[in-house]
């Protein structure tokens, strides 16, 4: 075989070598575009690929107002807490709050009083917050049923409270009739050492 024939016979190849490669590519993509596609009735085609779709995650709202926390009056020889676990959802009227309250008061001779109140409405402006509830359970006849009201002052330096019972001298002597997120002027202070009040500002939607 002269050079010249070689030559020939060498770029045959290259060019048929070429060529496989150029249909094997060519049915690998056809074959992908069938594997993504079904035939219709009517001779068209319909994509059976899934549209890609971006989530957002979507936190769920801020509630509308919040009471929270537990702490003892600063009252020497006697020990009275209040704690709060009072909500109001996002975009809900004040009367729609949820949650409870406890009180407990231990009396210098020892005797401990307290009550359990169902929470039935939240207010808060700022830092202050006034919260009233119905009491569910207590120790002190003749209590159940009865509103009351509580107001905390949820200051930096110090919380503050008061309460609906405040000219009464005792909840038992509260008359009943207290109208909703009613309550006194925070007069008494928290000892800062047992704890906090946590409120939440109002806002609504």
């Given at each position: 075989?002269?050079?010249?024939?070689?030559?020939?016979?060498?770029?045959?190849?290259?060019?048929?070598?070429?060529?496989?490669?150029?249909?094997?590519?060519?049915?690998?993509?056809?074959?992908?575009a069938a594997a993504s596609a079904v035939e219709t009735g009517t001779g068209s085609t319909?994509?059976?690929?899934?549209?890609?779709?971006?989530?957002?995650?979507?936190?769920?709202?801020?509630?509308?107002?919040?009471?929270?926390?537990?702490?003892?009056?600063?009252?020497?020889?006697?020990?009275?807490?209040?704690?709060?676990?009072?909500?109001?959802?996002?975009?809900?009227?004040?009367?729609?709050?949820?949650?409870?309250?406890?009180?407990?008061?231990?009396?210098?001779?020892?005797?401990?009083?307290?009550?359990?109140?169902?929470?039935?409405?939240?207010?808060?402006?700022?830092?202050?917050?006034?919260?009233?509830?119905?009491?569910?359970?207590?120790?002190?006849?003749?209590?159940?049923?009865k509103r009351v009201g509580i107001t905390v002052d949820d200051r930096p330096k110090g919380?503050?409270?008061?309460?609906?019972?405040?000219?009464?001298?005792?909840?038992?002597?509260?008359?009943?009739?207290?109208?909703?997120?009613?309550?006194?002027?925070?007069?008494?202070?928290?000892?800062?050492?047992?704890?906090?009040?946590?409120?939440?500002?109002?806002?609504?939607?």
């Amino acid at each position: 075989m002269t050079r010249k024939t070689r030559h020939i016979a060498t770029s045959r190849r290259t060019r048929l070598v070429a060529l496989s490669v150029a249909l094997l590519v060519t049915a690998g993509v056809a074959g992908t575009a069938a594997a993504s596609a079904v035939e219709t009735g009517t001779g068209s085609t319909v994509s059976t690929e899934r549209p890609t779709t971006a989530t957002t995650r979507q936190d769920p709202p801020r509630e509308a107002a919040a009471l929270t926390g537990k702490a003892r009056l600063d009252r020497p020889e006697h020990v009275i807490t209040f704690a709060f676990d009072a909500h109001l959802p996002a975009g809900a009227f004040p009367d729609k709050a949820t949650g409870k309250v406890g009180v407990r008061h231990q009396w210098p001779d020892g005797t401990v009083q307290w009550a359990d109140v169902k929470v039935d409405c939240l207010v808060t402006g700022g830092k202050v917050a006034v919260v009233t509830g119905t009491v569910a359970k207590s120790n002190i006849a003749g209590q159940h049923g009865k509103r009351v009201g509580i107001t905390v002052d949820d200051r930096p330096k110090g919380d503050r409270l008061g309460y609906s019972w405040l000219l009464n001298g005792h909840l038992a002597n509260q008359p009943r009739g207290l109208g909703k997120c009613l309550g006194s002027a925070p007069i008494e202070k928290v000892d800062a050492k047992t704890g906090d009040f946590k409120v939440l500002p109002l806002e609504l939607g």
